[in-house]
């Protein structure tokens, strides 16, 4: 059942899943996978009973509270998500993942708390929260919806199932790394949250080239989940380093800038490797 999900196979995958539960109504496992396949398929009011079954039978394993506090992160349910967390924690207070978790949910809750009139719009593929205005929402709905369907240009056997990807856009860099999100960064993808963090940065080439970037993650994610890093983070940088040319309305491509001063820096302090020593 597993590796029918993870092959994309929902129907066939699910069908031995409820096998199980028949032979086994109290089957961990089974009540966790159906969660799964549900929020894949979309369905995921009806997948939190199922992780809520699954928490019920074996708390102890932790992954059914992750799973309810990611899902309704990513649907904006901040109470419901810092419940699920607080459960979690109170089996496994050190879990790592939870304490994760914990703090982006922490930091999220509070910058929009903050917001007087946070603003969500939906695109064709991505559904973007902020607590800016809803006119930086609604701009950067469109580059997301430009640089999607270059994505799809170039790799035309990636289809979108139908579901929006998640893109929450905080103010400022500060608000951004209160979430305890990475240090050094303006942008980062979640996969097991299918959403994407960025901090607004008014220097708008800046920001694109994180945008193109991380939003590459979340679209390959549609089709190869777990991507080798060297194909994700290649391509990802490959896609980050395109300018739209309003004259032409089509993209053009340049030189990865944020790259080339690493490279050249590299070259300057004689720290390259042959391609050799690689091979």
């Given at each position: 059942g597993v590796a029918l999900r993870m092959a994309g196979n929902l129907d066939d995958a699910r069908h031995e899943q409820d096998e199980a539960l028949r032979?086994?109504?109290g089957f961990y496992d089974a009540h966790l996978e159906i969660g799964r396949?549900?929020?894949l398929e979309g369905t995921e009011d009806e997948a939190i009973p199922s992780f809520r079954?699954?928490?019920e039978i074996y708390p102890q394993a932790l992954q059914a509270f992750v799973e309810i506090g990611s899902l309704e992160l990513r649907r904006g349910n901040y109470a419901a998500a810092s419940a699920a967390v607080a459960e979690g924690l109170a089996v496994s207070p050190d879990n790592d993942e939870l304490n994760a978790l914990g703090s982006l949910l922490y930091g999220t809750r509070a910058a929009f708390a903050a917001c007087s009139e946070?603003?969500?719009v939906d695109t064709d593929h991505f559904h973007v929260a902020t607590n800016s205005t809803k006119f930086q929402a609604e701009k950067l709905g469109v580059h997301l919806e430009?640089?999607?369907r270059l994505y799809e240009e170039a790799l035309p056997d990636i289809k979108s199932d139908g579901r929006r990807i998640g893109v929450v856009l905080f103010d400022s860099a500060d608000q951004f790394k209160a979430c305890g999100l990475p240090e050094g960064v303006a942008g980062v993808y979640f996969p097991g949250l299918q959403t994407l963090f960025l901090a607004w940065n008014p220097?708008?080439?800046d920001m694109l080239i994180v945008v193109y970037h991380e939003a590459f993650h979340a679209f390959l994610d549609y089709a190869v989940q777990g991507a080798p890093h060297w194909l994700n983070e290649g391509l990802a940088d490959y896609f980050g380093a395109f300018k739209w040319d309003d004259k032409s309305e089509r993209f053009l491509h340049r030189v990865n800038w944020w790259l080339l001063d690493n490279i050249q820096d590299m070259f300057r302090a004689k720290r390259t490797t042959r391609?050799?020593?690689f091979l």
């Open positions: 032979l086994a109504p396949i549900m929020r079954k699954a928490a946070p603003a969500a430009r640089i999607h220097a708008e080439q391609l050799e020593t």
